[in-house]
């Protein structure tokens, strides 16, 4: 208690000394400069900052290089929360209360020992409504063969798993896919933008010129990739560019030569003459901070929770020491007769099997703490951990609470803000990405001399028209749901609604009967096409 007392007393003398200095400033010096004053007579003034660590203050302290642009540097930040990095710039463990030289360490240079990761885990969720293997969605299009040739593109490259990382990575603002065709044979590449830079075409906002990369790296690094540089040399500048022709690669140069002219590296420069800058880029969400006609990236889908999980995380922590705590409190011993021995204090160790003598006078004591503050720290965290998903559209339902299996529609329900997220995320990565890369993989064909090589086959001049993606629902119908849709649709068929076309349209991605298409009316079609011939 004593220490506690005279901790408030200097923070009071403290707090007076700050505003004495603050008042008897010119009126004419100006904020920065009387903050500054204050950091040079009181250093420690930041552990008064203890309990307002937020993202802004922790984006403070994260490394920013200043030869990189201020988009380059969110994005990086941006990605350190995604994958769990964004506490590792502080430099204390959360259980280190002193110092090495014995000064005590506020809460905000210390690493939360828990770590909700919220954040990943929305991310995880949506981007699995997208692009997993039950949620993949079926290509179609006017030519059998173009289908033939895509399906055969997605099982070779492995599209699906490319596809879910890409929207994994674009979840932070952009991501982009970079095809590359290597004798014949079609290749798909997720590139982080955080060092890209894309040129629009003027005429046509949705076309790219070029794409450049442009980033530091060290010349061990470069060695070890084959480069002839000076292992001494210390940082050097990587830079490639992809345009309608060619992927041009530079001699890296190091950091203080960046008005050297650039020197094309003719040995890695690849020239492809494709026509068109073979990357596609993905805006996240619309209505980011860098988004618009001209703008990189679309929204964060886990910035307006950033916040929030960090309060979380450190009340966690904080309330795990409180546990730690009471399951080993401290001692106090009252001895007045005894106390001091050889002028030091007596220290008393062990558990509750040591046992103490003391004096009639004497008293032993723990200190110790109820559970009441733990179990409203819990209750807290419940509420931040909802409002949280609530900024990200995560899912708040609770799967523990169902005693019977539901529908899918009913999960649905449970799942909607979510599914509102994953469908929001359709339109950025499945319309704009992957329908553009299946494009673009057909524009190639007609490029590439002999056309491309995928899964043994050669395709040439593929015909893009009618190329749409058909997409599964977000939850397997049950039996019950599966009969009364079977109920309506023949119904609609008898009343004269619909055909049989459109019924089996209907039903086939439900039953998985797409490949029954022609066994079963004898139209000839191919599974996933439009082309339809008349039906019995």
Known sequence: MSGSSTGTGRTSRTRALVMTIWSTR??????????????????HLNSWSADLMDWLALQARMPRDPDMSPRSSRLGNLEAVLEGRQYDVLPFAFSRERSEAGDYVPLDERR????????????????????????????????????????????????????????????????????????????????????????????????????????KVTAQDLVALGYDVDPAAGQMWFERCWNDVAETWYIPVGVNQIDQQRRIDHQRTVVHELGFVPIIWIRNISGGAGSGRDGADGACTFSAAIDTVIEADYLLSQAGRGLKYGSDPTLVLKDPAGAMAGGSMVVHSGGVASALTLPPEGDAKLLEINGNAAAAVLAHVQELRAIALEAMHG??????????????????????????????????????????????????SGRVRGGLSIAGQDYADLDAVGLRLIWPGWFPMTFADKQAQAATVASLVASGVIDKQAAFDIVAPVNDLQGHRGRLYGDGVQGGSDTTSELP
């Open 112 to 215: 939360p020992s828990v770590r909700t990761g919220l954040c990943r885990v929305v991310v995880e969720d949506s981007v699995s409504l997208l692009f997993s293997e039950g949620h993949w969605p079926e290509i179609s299009a006017t030519d059998p063969r173009t289908v033939e040739a895509l399906a055969d593109l997605v099982r070779e490259t492995h599209l699906n798993d490319i596809m879910l990382d890409a929207a994994t990575r674009g979840s932070v603002g952009s991501v982009a896919l970079l095809l590359k065709v290597v004798e014949r044979r079609p290749f798909i590449e997720v590139l982080t933008t955080r060092y890209l830079t894309p040129l629009w075409s003027r005429s046509d906002p949705g076309m790219l010129v070029s794409v450049t990369e442009r980033y």
């Open 26 to 43: 010119p009126d004419t010096t100006s904020s920065g400069e009387r903050f500054a004053c204050l950091e040079r007579n009181f250093p």
């Open 395 to 444: 899912n708040r339902a609770h799967g523990d609470r169902l005693s019977n299996a539901q529908s899918g529609r009913a999960i649905e329900l449970m799942f909607q803000g979510l599914i509102w997220l994953a469908d929001r995320l359709r339109i950025s990565y499945g319309e704009v990405g992957l329908l553009a890369l299946m494009r673009m993989v057909c524009a190639a």
